[in-house]
């Protein structure tokens, strides 16, 4: 079974700028969600999908951040405009019920 | 909402020894799981071991194995044998029932380092 796929792995931009991450979870996973994890911490939650509605998003920073599913398989996750403390590795996770399973995460770094 | 805590910064363990990782936790919920799970320095997060809150029985995956204190919402991860390849930061999480079969966010602890010394 493929496991949760994330592009591109890293990514260097300049504050101000926009970027996009792409996420497809595991065939049949119903339930998606985008972390932000800073150097150091443990991952927070940015998004939480049910099929292609939302279910949480209380600590999405909407100003800038924002994030789609269509069709309720891969999801996009958009950064405009991108601040310096934007800078984490952004993971995706999929699960049917209960346990999540994780991508290999995309490295932002805002200079 | 759930909260985690890991009070270990960091651990460290001479090879083919045993170790104890600590968490506690704190959720007003009566459907949750735990976890335990492992991020190498490249970044992967894997899972480890889980425990379904209802369980009593502690969950045991090959070498490591959790101590679910429920009452006193204590959840440690225990490795024995040690290897090399254990060498990771390690977070404890848990994740409540959202209604149904839909569970929530994960809520992660603040991690510990775990060194592995040959």
């Known amino acids: 079974e493929a496991g949760v796929a994330q592009s591109p792995r890293y990514k260097i931009i300049e504050k101000r700028q926009s970027v996009a991450f792409w996420c497809n979870p595991i065939s049949g996973h119903a339930t998606l969600y985008w972390y932000q994890q800073i150097l150091g911490q443990g991952p927070k939650l940015l998004i939480q999908f049910q099929n292609n509605g939302v279910v949480d998003d209380s600590q999405l920073p909407k100003d800038r951040f924002s994030a789609e599913r269509l069709k309720g398989v891969d999801s996009t996750l958009k950064i405009q405009p991108a601040k310096l403390e934007d800078s984490a590795v952004y993971l995706c996770?999929?699960?049917?019920?209960?346990?999540?399973?994780f991508g290999p995460g995309t490295r932002l770094t805002v200079l | 909402a759930q909260t985690v805590t890991q009070s270990q910064p960091e651990m460290s363990v001479q090879e083919a020894e045993t170790v104890t990782l600590s968490c506690t936790y704190d959720t007003s919920e009566s459907d949750y799981y735990l976890f335990w799970y492992k991020q190498p320095p490249s970044r992967q997060m894997i899972l480890v071991i889980r425990?379904?809150?209802?369980?009593?029985q502690n969950a045991t995956e090959n070498r490591f194995s959790v101590n679910f204190q429920k009452a006193a919402k204590s959840f440690s991860l225990k490795i024995s044998d040690s290897q090399l390849g254990d060498a990771a930061m390690y977070f404890c999480a848990g994740s409540e029932n959202a209604g149904g079969t839909s569970y929530g966010k994960l809520t992660f602890g603040q991690g510990t380092i775990l060194t592995v010394h040959p």
């Open positions: 425990q379904e809150a209802y369980k009593q």
């Open positions: 996770a999929s699960n049917p019920r209960g346990t999540q399973y």
